[in-house]
């Protein structure tokens, strides 16, 4: 026999099935784009913002993470069951184009025919293995969402749609297969190529044939309705994802990672900075709400959240979403909450972990940043006096900047205005200047520095805060002024490179000073100390050492940089006991986004946390590479009452410890 179907089978290939069934689907697809349109235009009341450069690179992204699905799998089993559904309704739906193209196009045209033979013995076995595949993936999701739902997940209508409805369709489906296989192919040599297909003729072929051709036609006219449904509902449902989530991929921010809008201060006719209504975020932020899928992975991620503050980046997203839509015209900070926006660390963690490509972060400081620059409103009084010491003195801890320098003087080396003939300036940042516990830490890196023969030069008391707090809080202004005061000086020393041990005073200047004019090469401390190592410029000797490594979240998340403070302290002899939350999953100290500046009033410490997962490890010591983490655990320890149990310390200490 010849291995091959008749594709309309039953239900005839004539005018009477092929003109209510193409009336159909262009009254659907027309429906959908009519739908999709009107959404269309609720994006465009937003900024324009260009995310169509470098064409090859998002498409790439596409690929990566709609086709292959990267993002989505990453989270343990649901991801995969999303990942297995996505691939068979894949094959589904190119199985259906196949069908469509041969019975409709080739066949009724040419009298050409391709779904015969050895191919179509595998079509059938793939299609019927694919909507197997879905049905049971769809049912574990529905299981998981309905029976045992993770805290924090929330269920609404759109949920028993999706369900339903592709239940609806792949179960009708099969329904067909088995009531034409039950009259045609029951007991041929075709009919084991279709094994689900088989099942499902056996349990309907009972009702004898007559019943099985009814059967046959009104279920394909309802599994046809249905599909035409389900493309109505796209735009007005979750299902819209499945285009906003694979169109976000290509529309997202290709970097450098982390890195800020500049606002133009200067431009006169600029009446409002920041973002207070709808119309002043960009329409890629509007956006983004349709492409969430509300699979709260950001929120299971966010610090914040995770320790009762009023925080959580889906509700957030999800709230723009709902203004766009119902309330335009609405105060997006009085409607997304104040304390929420304050609560924000800018960790990057929601971001990283997203399978939607959302970008959250950036939306925070453009809310801050209207709060501050047109309302003059700030988290706490605290942060207002910070924000005043640094106008006065450049820096937020109220020092005197003349004193800025003074930490070196038993170090022998000088400030750029005493010898510009130096291999490196060296950063120091307000906490290594000032702050007595970092200013041990400085001093290790200098001594470092010096055992490797490198000459190190400082600024002095012509350095000045590289503003990063002070940015992320929303206060725009400040930081410009800094930034172009220390980047003035820079220039002045024609300086060749620049290290600093501060993550937040890194990721600044790397990235946020390029667009003030900055072009001199930054390099963090823990690179540049490993490149002296490998250079066999700087030896350092193996000791015990008992220890959990914390991943900063500006030169972890923000950098990518895991693997070099982690090489280093393994040259120093360590034995790291990873915490659970490590890499790109480790979780903030709390310090980020400018809250070093601000009272933790709300909920849990963050840093007692992350204090007490560092004592789980049962290690004696928590190694950081960041003053501002340094400065949250030495508080965290406390907090924790775990001063006998953990000591916090920099890697630079660790290392100048143990000098060959």
Not at 77 to 88: A, E, K, R, T
Not at 318 to 336: F, K, Q, S, V
Request: charged share 25%.
């Amino acid at each position: 026999m010849e291995f091959t179907r008749e594709i309309y089978w039953n239900v005839g290939h004539g005018a009477s099935t092929l003109i209510p069934m193409y009336l159909l689907t262009i009254v659907a697809l027309a429906l959908l784009v009519k739908g999709i349109w009107q959404r269309v235009q609720v994006y465009r009341t937003g900024l324009p913002l260009v995310r169509n450069d470098q064409v090859a690179t998002r498409l790439l992204r596409v690929v990566d993470n709609v086709l292959l699905q990267k993002k989505v799998v990453q989270v343990a089993w649901p991801g995969m069951l999303h990942g297995l559904f996505f691939w068979g309704f894949g094959l589904l739906f190119i199985g259906t184009v196949l069908i469509v193209i041969q019975a409709d196009f080739t066949d009724l045209l040419f009298d050409v025919k391709f779904l015969t033979g050895t191919f179509y013995k595998l079509f059938s076995i793939v299609l019927d293995i694919a909507g197997l595949l879905c049905i049971l993936m769809l049912g574990g999701l529905l299981v998981r969402r309905y029976f045992f739902p993770p805290e924090g997940l929330e269920t609404k209508s759109d949920d028993a749609v999706m369900h339903g409805m592709l239940l609806a369709i792949l179960i009708t489906g099969f329904i067909i297969e088995g009531a034409r296989m039950a009259v045609t192919e029951l007991g041929t040599p075709l009919a084991p190529w279709s094994p689900v297909g088989l099942v499902v003729a056996k349990a309907v072929s009972p009702i004898g044939e007559n019943g099985l051709l009814a059967l046959h036609k009104v279920t394909w006219w309802v599994h046809l309705l249905l599909v035409m449904v389900f493309f109505y509902l796209i735009p007005a449902t979750k299902f819209r994802h499945i285009l906003t989530t694979s169109a976000n991929y290509f529309f997202s921010d290709l970097g450098p990672k982390g890195k800020l809008v500049n606002l133009d201060l200067e431009d006169e006719d600029k009446e409002t900075f920041g973002a207070s209504s709808l119309k002043e975020l960009t329409w890629k932020d509007i956006f983004d709400g349709d492409a969430c899928t509300q699979c709260k992975r950001c929120q299971d991620r966010c610090p914040a959240y995770n320790t009762d503050k009023p925080l959580s980046p889906m509700k957030l997203v999800r709230e723009i979403t709902r203004i766009a839509h119902d309330d335009p015209e609405g105060n997006m900070i009085e409607l997304c909450d104040k304390d929420a926006i304050w609560s924000c660390t800018t960790c990057r963690a929601c971001q990283e972990i997203c399978p939607a490509a959302i970008e959250h972060v950036g939306k925070i400081i453009e809310l801050r940043r209207s709060m501050v620059l047109m309302e003059g409103e700030f988290p706490g009084e605290e942060v207002m006096t910070a924000m005043e010491a640094t106008e006065v003195n450049g820096n937020p801890l109220g020092m005197g900047y003349a004193e800025r320098g003074d930490w070196a003087e038993d170090l022998g080396i000088k400030t750029l205005a005493q010898d510009s003939e130096v291999d490196v300036l060296y950063f120091v940042g307000c906490y290594g200047s000032f702050d007595k516990r970092n200013i041990k830490v400085a001093k290790s890196f200098v001594k470092l520095c010096q055992a490797a023969g490198v000459k190190v030069g400082i600024l002095g008391k012509e350095e000045k805060c590289c503003g990063e707090p002070m940015r992320k809080m929303g206060n725009e202004y400040l930081y410009q002024t800094l930034a172009m005061e220390n980047i003035e000086m820079i220039k002045a020393y024609d300086v060749a490179k620049i290290v600093t041990s501060c993550p937040h005073c890194y990721n600044t200047l790397n990235k946020d000073y390029r667009d003030l004019g900055l072009e001199t090469e930054v390099v963090t401390y823990t690179v540049f100390l490993k490149e002296l190592i490998d250079s066999g410029r700087l030896r350092i000797s193996g000791g015990e050492l008992s220890c959990t490594y914390h991943d900063s979240c500006y030169l972890g998340r923000h950098n990518d940089i895991y693997d070099p403070p982690r090489e280093l302290l393994k040259l120093a002899g360590a034995a790291i006991s990873e915490m659970d939350k490590n890499r790109a999953e480790g979780f903030c100290c709390s310090a980020g986004g400018g809250r070093i500046l601000a009272e933790e009033k709300l909920g849990e410490r963050i840093n007692v946390k992350r204090v007490n997962m560092a004592v789980e490890t049962g290690a004696e010591v928590l190694v950081s590479n960041c003053p501002f983490c340094l400065t949250m655990f030495e508080d965290g320890v406390k907090g924790a009452e775990a001063e006998d149990k953990l000591q916090p310390r920099d890697i630079a200490e660790i290392l100048a410890e143990r000098l060959g």
